[in-house]
């Protein structure tokens, strides 16, 4: 099974701030890694597919960028409503996977 | 607009059965894949089943594989998960999900599963 290590558990930063959040596989996952942002209470709602795709409807300070084991999610300047935990996942083969998650909170 | 609503959860003991149901609607049910996948309380988040567009192939981690069955009936726009011999590691909330380009690219609401004596 493809390992998917997320990086960093935990994110204190301020409105306006850019953040970056990274997954790392534990083997070459070929650009299939979709980004997840869940707020308490609700179901994930789908970010960036296949590392670089921006979602419809997603605003364009969500960015996604890497290749081969190592990807990253960036928010060019946080919004208040993008606090909240965001999750990777691989679908490059099954069983997909997804990463522990990253819960960002306001500093 | 893509709908995802799921019913069927609630509490049950130990060994027994549950049978999901994910009612879809918004789009054309059987151009798509779909999936579970469940959050157990406070956790993060575990794919549990696949199917292919017409049903005639399903994918399971091996955590649930043998124990669960996803299926669908495409004349119902209803997706399906039976889910055998429950253990206490089951109880989550599962979520059914649309298999749209790069995956998962719709979730419902959620249905709470709790496995308890």
């Known amino acids: 099974d493809i390992q998917m290590t997320q990086s960093p558990s935990f994110l204190s930063a301020s409105v306006g701030d850019r953040v970056t959040i990274n997954c790392k596989a534990s083997q070459n996952i070929n650009k299939y890694l979709n980004w997840y942002q869940q707020k308490l209470g609700e179901a994930p709602k789908r970010l960036i597919y296949?590392?670089?795709n921006l979602q419809t409807g997603i605003p364009s300070r969500f960015s996604g960028s890497g290749s081969g084991t190592d990807y990253t999610l960036t928010i060019s300047s946080l919004q208040p409503e993008d606090f909240a935990t965001y999750f990777c996942?691989?679908?490059?083969?099954?069983?997909?996977?997804f990463g522990s998650g990253t819960k960002l909170e306001i500093k | 607009e893509v709908q995802l609503v799921e019913t069927g959860g609630g509490l049950v003991q130990p060994g027994r059965s549950l049978k999901l149901s994910c009612v879809a609607s918004?789009?054309?049910?059987?151009?798509?894949?779909m999936s579970w996948t469940r959050q157990a309380p406070g956790k993060g988040l575990e794919w549990v089943a696949s199917?292919?567009?017409?049903?005639?192939?399903?994918y399971y981690p091996d955590s649930v594989k043998g124990r669960f069955t996803i299926s669908r009936d495409n004349a119902q726009n209803t997706l399906y998960l039976q889910m055998n011999s429950l253990r206490s590691e089951d109880t989550a909330t599962y979520y059914c999900t649309r298999d749209g380009p790069g995956i998962f690219d719709y979730w419902g609401q959620g249905v709470m599963v709790t496995v308890s004596s």
């Open positions: 918004g789009f054309t049910f059987n151009n798509y894949w």
């Open positions: 996942l691989q679908h490059n083969s099954f069983p997909f996977t």
């Open positions: 199917i292919t567009n017409s049903g005639g192939s399903t």
């Open positions: 296949n590392t670089n």
